[in-house]
């Protein structure tokens, strides 16, 4: 069983800057962070692993400096590391970097063949949760989104069966290997890491490839060429300027402060009462 985790390295939202004049995120001074939703997937990896057996591969596109969160994983239990790193990615949109990461799993599969392909449902600073999709499109992998619970895995017969969330309940499918599986938030509680695998972190000699040895040829298709997205503007809300309002009353009864706060309410919008009565109509 070999399993490749894609995740991306992210600067931490908590600590994140907008440019005041170009609009882009400023990541100079900004804490960077394993994606979040990308650790439920490499936790239910390696669970998966300890179950089966097999071979935890993870893999990312990014700067130089994402080889900390590949040795972060590495830590948690991975068996290898691939970055995918070459300044012709710089600027790649969703679909550039589904190209260029689906390019990197197909260069992995030829020395041994992936049987599923786990990310997070979306990163924390694009929230698209379009590149898994977009990977599984490119190599046409049974894709599996927004799963809660992996029920069972038969890897002699080569099927998966899966809960995931949707609208109004949850499914339960049935799918034959190879897939594509993007995982939930609070589907499991990433382990922690032992000092064993941390000294192997440290020392892990991690694969770094440019686009050559990712097998892009094509560099139309990668980077700001091969990027459709235009960002018109990126900005950090602002604060609410409207305070909380303490209301008083005398009486102490649910009733009492029901009748205050509707008399508030419609003091303070007078065309409330009006807009009721119309939709009761």
């Not at 009006?274 to 009761?280: D, G, L, N, R, S």
């Amino acid at each position: 069983m070999h399993i490749v985790v894609c995740i991306k390295q992210v600067p931490d939202s908590a600590q994140i800057r907008v440019h005041p004049v170009t609009n882009t995120i400023m990541r100079q001074g900004v804490p960077a962070i394993v994606n979040p939703y990308d650790l439920f997937s490499l936790e239910e990896a390696l669970q998966i692993k300890d179950r089966v057996g097999g071979r935890v591969t993870v893999l990312t596109m990014g700067p130089p400096q994402a080889e900390a969160a590949l040795r972060k994983c590495i830590s948690f239990g991975a068996d290898d590391a691939i970055l995918v790193t070459d300044r012709a990615f710089a600027g790649a949109d969703t679909l550039a970097t589904s190209y260029a990461l689906a390019a990197a799993i197909r260069q992995i599969s030829r020395d041994l063949a992936v049987d599923i392909v786990f990310t997070g449902k979306q990163t924390i600073d694009g929230d698209t949760a379009q590149v898994g999709p977009g990977i599984a499109k490119r190599l046409e992998l049974q894709l599996l989104t927004y799963v809660s619970k992996i029920e069972s895995l038969d890897a002699t017969r080569r099927e998966i069966v899966i809960q995931r969330r949707a609208e109004g309940g949850v499914q339960v499918l049935q799918t034959k290997l190879p897939c594509l599986i993007t995982m939930l938030e609070g589907t499991n509680e990433m382990r922690f890491a032992s000092m064993e695998n941390m000294f192997r972190a440290a020392r892990y000699p991690i694969r770094v490839w440019d686009r050559a040895a990712a097998g892009i040829d094509d560099i139309s298709k990668i980077g700001l060429k091969g990027s459709p997205t235009v960002v018109s503007k990126v900005f950090a809300p602002k604060a609410s300027e409207i305070r909380a309002e303490i209301i008083e009353t005398e009486g102490n009864e649910a009733r009492d402060l029901a009748v205050t706060l509707v008399g508030k309410l419609f003091t303070k919008h007078p065309k409330l009462g009006e807009a009721i009565v119309k939709q009761a109509a």
